[in-house]
């Protein structure tokens, strides 16, 4: 009997063991660069699957057409705070594909926060609606390289904009695309 629980107790450890060893990085850093912005971000891990994404960026904006009277551009700031659970790690090792830098598929609640900090326009006296978007997204990281990645994610979700200069608050369904 007590062979048995030893053998028992010897395959538990050991699978423990090998589950533990699959995870997200302890910390990752680096710089995303996109037609609308460029942001930096950290994800530190908290669990095996689970990382907190923190980014600051600055988003670009550009308006015109017949319907508004002048072209323009501005670019404002935008804080993110997003606890990404990366679902899919032990099967893609199980495949022997690539889980360095956090690859793999996630589910995410991404909660932006874009202050009335305008940083640059090309008109004088430009200002944004301050607000703050919670979105549960879904999405996917690959890394190409060592220092190279690619991530693609989507969801819809919340926003609450404050306008300061209006009666009430207003609130709207919103839409994240990240390429």
């Given at each position: 009997?007590?062979?048995?629980?030893?053998?028992?107790?010897?395959?538990?450890?050991?699978?423990?063991?090998?589950?533990?060893?699959?995870?997200?990085?302890?910390?990752?850093?680096?710089?995303?660069?996109?037609?609308?912005?460029?942001?930096?971000?950290?994800?530190?891990?908290?669990?095996?699957?689970?990382?907190?994404?923190?980014?600051?960026?600055?988003?670009?904006?550009?308006?015109?057409?017949?319907?508004?009277?002048?072209?323009?551009?501005?670019?404002?700031?935008?804080?993110?705070?997003?606890?990404?659970?990366?679902?899919?790690?032990?099967?893609?090792?199980?495949?022997?594909?690539?889980?360095?830098?956090?690859?793999?598929?996630?589910?995410?609640?991404?909660?932006?926060?874009?202050?009335?900090?305008?940083?640059?326009?090309?008109?004088?006296?430009?200002?944004?609606?301050?607000?703050?978007?919670?979105?549960?997204?879904?999405?996917?990281?690959?890394?190409?390289?060592?220092?190279?990645?690619?991530?693609?994610?989507?969801?819809?979700?919340?926003?609450?904009?404050?306008?300061?200069?209006?009666?009430?608050?207003?609130?709207?369904?919103?839409a994240d695309l990240n390429l």
């Amino acid at each position: 009997m007590n062979k048995y629980l030893f053998t028992l107790a010897l395959i538990i450890t050991s699978s423990i063991g090998r589950a533990q060893s699959i995870s997200v990085e302890q910390s990752t850093n680096g710089i995303q660069i996109g037609i609308l912005g460029a942001w930096v971000y950290n994800e530190s891990k908290l669990t095996n699957q689970l990382a907190l994404r923190t980014e600051f960026g600055l988003v670009n904006g550009i308006w015109g057409g017949s319907f508004y009277e002048k072209n323009g551009h501005i670019m404002f700031s935008k804080i993110t705070v997003e606890p990404r659970l990366y679902y899919n790690l032990n099967k893609r090792n199980e495949k022997s594909k690539r889980i360095d830098g956090n690859s793999g598929n996630f589910i995410s609640l991404k909660t932006n926060y874009y202050p009335k900090w305008v940083i640059s326009s090309n008109y004088d006296h430009i200002s944004i609606a301050e607000n703050l978007n919670l979105i549960p997204t879904w999405g996917i990281r690959r890394s190409i390289s060592n220092h190279l990645n690619f991530e693609f994610s989507f969801g819809i979700g919340y926003e609450y904009i404050t306008e300061k200069n209006y009666t009430s608050n207003r609130s709207d369904i919103t839409a994240d695309l990240n390429l």
